[in-house]
């Protein structure tokens, strides 16, 4: 039962143009999401995050939106470059203390951006 | 200066043997974690420790025993080895272990049971 889905295991943009990285979650406790970015032999780090008061988030080039109603939430990045070429994780976790940090994650897109 | 490095990168072994991961973090972090990234790529964490205490323990086999020596390293010890324990082990810390820190990953450990 895989409670953090990313349908879409891979996705291909042309440099200078927007990606859309889509997350959808089941569970309507997670109260808090993350986006991790990973490239090949390295581990996943992170990227962006937003807590389920607001349902928008910015850092320079990569927005998050999060849709509560629809357990959905999404990660922009405007404009795509080639170095943003990696796998994207979305990860949702319960924010209070008693998650002690765990994090379930999806199972990762595979962005690739040409130039 | 690696913040979180794991031992072995690559690991490949026969059904049956006893292996371990060594996992250290220089960050000064008082938790961290145990993922696995399975042939599906979910990553799933397996165990979680808060100042040397097992704080998360998903539902593992006990054949995975993970030990913390200190806050600092955190090694997964796997017994009795089978094919489906192959996998990319990765190690994570944080600073406090709530879920709106940062977790920082190490770079895996690739496992090969044949």
């Known amino acids: 039962d895989q409670q953090v889905k990313q349908n879409s295991p891979s996705l291909s943009v042309q440099e200078g143009r927007i990606s859309i990285l889509n997350c959808d979650y089941t569970?309507?406790?997670?109260?808090?999401f993350l986006w991790y970015k990973k490239y090949p032999a390295e581990g996943p780090t992170f990227l962006i995050s937003?807590?389920?008061?607001?349902d928008k988030n910015e850092d320079g080039r990569f927005t998050v939106f999060l849709n509560k109603s629809a357990k959905h939430l999404s990660l922009h990045i405007v404009p795509s470059q080639p170095g943003d070429s990696a796998v994207y994780f979305c990860?949702?976790?319960?924010?209070?203390?008693?998650?002690?940090?765990?994090?379930?994650f999806g199972q990762g897109t595979i962005l690739t951006v040409h130039p | 200066d690696t913040a979180v490095s794991q031992t072995p990168k690559y690991l490949v072994t026969q059904m049956g043997n006893d292996k371990s991961i060594k996992c250290e973090q220089n960050?000064?972090?008082?938790?961290m974690y145990w993922y696995k990234q399975d042939s599906k790529k979910f990553l799933k964490i397996m165990f979680s420790?808060?100042?040397?205490?097992?704080?998360i323990n998903e539902t593992v086999p006990n054949r995975f025993s993970p030990k913390s020596p200190d806050k600092a390293h955190l090694n997964l010890h796997i017994n009795s080895l089978e094919l489906g324990d192959s996998a990319v082990y990765f190690c994570?810390?944080?600073?406090?272990?709530?879920?709106?820190?940062?977790?920082?990953f190490g770079p895996g450990t690739r496992l090969l049971v044949l």
């Open positions: 990860a949702a976790a319960l924010a209070g203390g008693t998650s002690y940090g765990k994090l379930t």
């Open positions: 937003i807590s389920s008061i607001k």
């Open positions: 960050l000064g972090h008082d938790t």
């Open positions: 994570a810390s944080s600073p406090g272990g709530l879920a709106q820190e940062t977790q920082y």
């Open positions: 569970n309507s406790m997670f109260d808090y």
């Open positions: 420790y808060n100042n040397k205490e097992l704080i």
